[in-house]
């Protein structure tokens, strides 16, 4: 057999073996693709989200350090009008995602900031105001991560007011219906 011939027999096998596996891995993605459950959106905080949001204000309080909640459930809408500061609107970017692409359009995700001794919220990574060594922040995350929360600030594009609870469940598992159990 000439050398062409063989390229091409070779080239034919390869043409063959990629098109079946093209097809294999169609039919395998079809096959995991989970039906669309039609249930509701949620209104309002999951209720751990809303229970361990509330025993992060008393845990940080009994350190010395008041937050405040600046954000927890947002509409589609709302999101959608967040995503577009710093794009079609006036202000600087704070998000990376649209309405339905957040935990917090599925009310599992809240932000929150610092309270000054005069009222004052204030997103300062660095203050301590209990005087204890450590920024009031970081140890606001450090109570956080103890209940169960996820940090923004972990993240590659860092959203530090950010904490969340996902539940093992993906935006694409929300998405599709899925919800997490109302206790743990």
């Known amino acids: 057999m000439s050398a062409s011939k063989r390229r ?3 080239n034919s096998w390869i043409l063959f073996l990629l098109v079946v596996g093209a ?6 993605q079809s096959e995991n693709v989970k039906e669309k459950k039609n249930v509701p959106l949620p209104t309002k905080l999951h209720p751990v989200v809303e229970k361990d949001k509330d025993e992060l204000i008393k ?5 010395g350090i008041s937050i405040v909640i ?9 999101q ?8 079609s ?5 704070v ?39 450590k920024a009031d922040w970081m140890e606001v995350v450090a109570l956080a991560k103890d209940l169960g929360f996820s940090w923004g600030g972990d993240w ?6 950010h904490l969340q609870k996902d539940f093992g469940l993906s935006i694409e598992n929300l998405k599709n219906g899925e919800r997490p159990p109302e206790q743990e």
Do not use: M
């Open 8 to 10: 091409s027999t070779v």
């Open 23 to 28: 097809c294999l891995f169609i039919y395998y």
């Open 59 to 63: 845990r940080a309080k009994a350190r």
């Open 70 to 78: 600046t954000d927890g459930f947002r509409t589609f809408d709302e």
């Open 80 to 87: 959608d009008k967040l995503y577009a500061k710093g794009r």
């Open 89 to 93: 609107d006036k202000g600087d970017i």
């Open 95 to 133: 998000t990376t995602v649209r309405g339905g692409e957040s935990y917090h359009n599925y009310g599992l995700a809240i932000d929150f900031a610092l309270k000054t001794a005069n009222g004052d919220v204030v997103w300062d990574l660095q203050r301590d105001s209990n005087r204890n060594g």
């Open 156 to 161: 590659e594009f860092k959203d530090y007011p």
